[in-house]
């Protein structure tokens, strides 16, 4: 069922953005004063009795229609990677985009929320299981990296 209230709009205004973050849209300088300017006319803001609902009156809807078709600045890899689509570099390291699965050879699964403590677990260094890791086609065919006898592989945290 729609919506039918301010909250309703809320909402749409809310996927909108996270649309625009989950694409790498808001890394583009346009696209984030727009979502800045969408935001601050949600909840409050939207409410009659709001003084400055002139000011956050809303985005007009060619404004909505750029943050929508904004290309995306980030390509998601099966395995809960982001890649900048320009450079070809990991974006937002920082972030936890995926755990780690470790099978142990006796068959007793680990999971790890970091490469650093993933490594620790295989008893080696961090920069060797990210190595390990790389080949893309380990994700596209459901395959596992092998460290030390033990299989290792990404889960994606969040997925579309």
């Not at 996270?18 to 409410?47: D, H, P, Q």
């Not at 699964?109 to 086609?137: C, K, Y």
């Not at 460290?147 to 994606?156: A, L, S, T």
Request: hydrophobic share 35%.
């Amino acid at each position: 069922m729609p919506f039918i209230t301010k909250k309703g709009k809320d909402f749409d205004d809310f996927k909108i953005i996270c649309t625009a973050v989950y694409n790498g849209t808001y890394r583009t300088e346009e696209i984030k004063l727009l979502i800045l300017k969408l935001s601050y006319s949600m909840n409050n803001f939207r409410l009659s009795t709001n003084s400055d609902l002139e000011k956050v009156n809303g985005l007009f809807k060619e404004s909505l229609d750029k943050i929508i078709k904004a290309k995306p600045t980030i390509r998601h890899l099966n395995d809960g990677r982001q890649l900048d689509i320009v450079t070809g570099k990991a974006v937002n390291i920082r972030w936890t985009n995926c755990i780690y699965e470790i099978i142990k050879d006796s068959g007793e699964i680990l999971w790890a929320s970091t490469l650093s403590e993933a490594a620790e677990i295989l008893g080696v260094d961090f920069r060797t299981v990210g190595r390990h890791l790389e080949q893309e086609d380990l994700y596209l065919n459901g395959h596992y990296g092998e460290i030390n006898g033990h299989k290792v592989r990404r889960v994606p945290v969040f997925y579309p």
